[in-house]
């Protein structure tokens, strides 16, 4: 059975819904998707969204497997704690102020990924994101081996010890108020670097810096 198609966008913010209609089920929204500001706790299997899905200040704890959204994925101030495996998001992800723990193996966020303010620890192995990767206020202490930043990378007030070598930052790389001691070898850095109230004393012959050392 083919899905429902729903060819513009869909707004339910703030109409207090605690479960979506029936006709929202395998359904594919072609255009945005918002639920903001409602009390639910899930979404139906089988839902696609061709734009962007916003699902900031809602209760939601978990998402179903296999979602596709085309667009941005707003999280925003929900209580999520983990994402489904074979996400996919076209566009920005933002988890700001999540319970947000790990993220699935294989996720590529093409925007901006803003993990800001959450419990996060540790990320995949091979993460690749297009846009500006935000860590700021996390407790996290060490980023993995092939990780791509195609913006910014924030890692300003966590307690990173250590960066990989050959990290490439395509823009700013911010290590403002961290415990870190030292820089790795092959570090690539588009934009300025940050290295205000750092331990780090000295800088590796190989450093490439395409704008201005803060230190």
């Given at each position: 059975m083919?899905?429902?198609?729903?060819?513009?966008?869909?707004?339910?913010?703030g109409?207090?819904?605690e479960?979506?209609?029936?006709?929202?089920?395998?359904?594919?929204?072609?255009?945005?998707?918002?639920?903001?500001?409602?009390p639910?706790?899930?979404?139906?299997?089988?839902?696609?969204?061709?734009?962007?899905?916003?699902?900031?200040?809602?209760?939601?704890t978990?998402l179903?497997?296999?979602?596709?959204?085309?667009?941005?994925?707003f999280?925003?101030?929900?209580?999520?704690?983990?994402?489904?495996e074979?996400?996919?998001?076209?566009?920005?992800?933002?988890?700001?102020?999540t319970?947000i723990?790990?993220?699935?193996?294989?996720?590529?966020?093409?925007?901006?990924?803003?993990?800001?303010?959450?419990?996060?620890?540790?990320?995949?192995?091979?993460?690749?994101?297009?846009g500006n990767?935000?860590?700021?206020?996390?407790?996290?202490?060490?980023?993995?081996?092939?990780?791509?930043?195609?913006?910014?990378?924030?890692?300003?007030?966590?307690q990173?010890t250590?960066?990989?070598?050959?990290?490439?930052?395509?823009?700013?790389?911010?290590?403002?108020?961290?415990?870190?001691?030292?820089?790795?070898?092959?570090?690539?850095?588009?934009?300025?670097?940050?290295?205000?109230?750092?331990?780090?004393?000295?800088?590796p012959?190989?450093?490439?810096?395409?704008g201005?050392?803060?230190?």
């Amino acid at each position: 059975m083919s899905k429902r198609i729903i060819q513009g966008s869909v707004s339910l913010k703030g109409l207090y819904l605690e479960v979506l209609p029936d006709f929202l089920k395998d359904v594919e929204i072609r255009g945005d998707f918002d639920c903001s500001g409602n009390p639910l706790l899930s979404l139906p299997e089988g839902l696609s969204v061709g734009g962007s899905l916003n699902l900031m200040d809602t209760p939601i704890t978990s998402l179903p497997e296999n979602l596709s959204v085309k667009g941005s994925l707003f999280l925003r101030n929900t209580p999520i704690t983990s994402l489904p495996e074979g996400l996919s998001v076209g566009g920005s992800l933002n988890l700001m102020n999540t319970q947000i723990t790990s993220l699935p193996e294989g996720i590529r966020v093409r925007g901006d990924l803003n993990l800001r303010n959450t419990p996060i620890t540790s990320l995949p192995k091979g993460l690749i994101v297009g846009g500006n990767l935000d860590l700021m206020n996390t407790p996290i202490t060490s980023l993995p081996e092939g990780l791509s930043v195609g913006g910014s990378l924030n890692l300003m007030n966590t307690q990173i010890t250590s960066l990989p070598e050959n990290l490439s930052v395509k823009g700013s790389l911010y290590l403002m108020n961290t415990p870190i001691t030292s820089l790795p070898k092959g570090l690539s850095v588009g934009g300025d670097l940050f290295l205000e109230s750092t331990s780090i004393t000295s800088l590796p012959e190989d450093l490439k810096v395409g704008g201005e050392i803060y230190r």
